[in-house]
């Protein structure tokens, strides 16, 4: 009996791409997949002149060979011969790894061992000075770790684990499905590979008991929010003496009273006097490290106006550099004046000749108001 076209097996095109070839198998191989339909003949049939099709047509030479010989090409060890309809060697489904690693979580990589602690996150919020100079800090972290009594075994005083009798202490059984062989975890002994007939009466057979750890952890200049610090090996103790997790700060930086963060820069809003924005002068501003700086106003500064402290802003992590300091000013109105002050500021407005001089934004918008309105009424 001859074989079906593999184009017509995979129901594509003789044009199709290797997209297209790969998500129609995917489609196709999960339907008629042996896990999914236990028992029926036809599908597994139909599942292996499936995967036989696309071992061929995914592989450039094979599917040239076969485009220009058809089955033949791989018969008595023709040309690109596919051994077998499943890549040959020894590995039973040779290049379907990553189609089946997608659809069924295989891959038969090693697993991570299920006796290993897990992560633990820690949140801490430090102010933005700490944030520029990095600290030392102290923190209690609630955490299981390792039960003395037994050393992390689980066993009672000198008592020890035993091997599983279920798995031999591989901690994974196998089972056969079809033409699969089907690995899980030893439901005996959860994966450990051994088994503990009398448990340490302190922490139960677990080989950890909760309690609160404390611990110094380093916090380097120029952390920025939500900077992760891993410690290694500082989260939950492994169950039974498996390996250790990892513990996570999230470092969180509090608001400040002056000073606003963008990554190494810092802002400041700065209010100036009328008279120091219109005649000109200095003043001090603070800066993160806690020292001063002299900013010069000249004459006619208006609010808005952003002046530049370079390398004042904050420290730049793992780096000796540091950041921008940006000073941006508003004008103060004058509130609450006295008799004498309001004489002298209505002095200071009749002696203005040409307002296009002193006050040249208001002069210039309602010149264009008037011309705004003239036009209206032409």
């Known amino acids: 009996m001859s074989k079906q076209d593999y184009y017509e097996t995979l129901g594509v095109n003789r044009d199709a791409d290797a997209g297209e070839l790969k998500k129609t198998y995917r489609k196709l191989a999960m339907k ?115 039960c003395d009594p037994c050393h992390g075994s689980g066993a009672a005083e000198g008592k020890k684990p035993i091997t599983c009798t279920t798995c031999q202490g591989a901690g994974r059984v196998r089972a056969q499905q079809g033409f699969f062989t089907v690995e899980r975890t030893c439901a005996t002994c959860s994966g450990q590979g051994q088994v503990i007939k009398d448990p340490c009466r302190n922490c139960g057979g677990a ?5 609160e750890k404390n611990l110094s952890v380093t916090i380097p200049p120029g952390v920025e929010d939500g900077t992760r610090i891993r410690l290694s090996n500082e989260g939950e103790a492994g169950l039974r003496g498996g390996p250790a997790g990892d513990l996570y700060i999230f470092i969180s930086i509090a608001a400040h009273r002056l000073f606003q963060r963008d990554g190494a820069n810092i802002h400041c809003r700065v209010p100036l006097t009328m008279t120091t924005a219109s005649l000109g002068g200095s003043i001090e501003v603070p800066t993160v490290d806690g020292k001063r700086a002299k900013l010069t106003i000249p004459e006619g ?29 508003f004008v103060e109105t004058p509130q609450k004046l006295t008799t004498k002050q309001k004489e002298l500021m209505r002095e200071f407005d009749s002696a203005g000749k040409d307002s296009k001089i002193h006050n040249p934004e208001s002069a210039g918008f309602f010149t264009k108001v008037k011309d705004f309105w003239d036009d209206l009424t032409d």
């Open 207 to 211: 080989g950890r008991v909760h309690k």
């Open 32 to 146: 008629y997949h042996p896990d999914r339909n236990s028992g029926n003949a036809d599908a597994e049939k139909r599942f292996k002149e499936l995967s036989e099709a696309y071992e061929v047509l995914k592989d450039d030479q094979k599917r040239a060979a076969y485009d220009r010989f058809g089955h033949a090409a791989f018969e008595n060890g023709g040309a690109g011969a596919a051994g077998g309809g499943f890549g040959g060697g020894g590995g039973g489904f040779g290049g379907f790894g990553d189609i089946f690693e997608e659809m069924f979580g295989g891959g038969g990589g090693r697993a991570q061992d299920n006796r290993q602690g897990n992560d633990l996150r820690f949140n801490m919020e430090i102010s933005l000075e700490d944030s520029f100079r990095g600290k030392k800090a102290e923190i209690r972290v609630p955490t299981s770790v390792l």
């Open 301 to 329: 500064t208006t609010t808005g106006h952003q002046f530049r402290l370079k390398e004042k802003g904050m420290t730049v992590l793992r780096s000796r550099a540091r950041g921008d300091m940006f000073v941006q000013v």
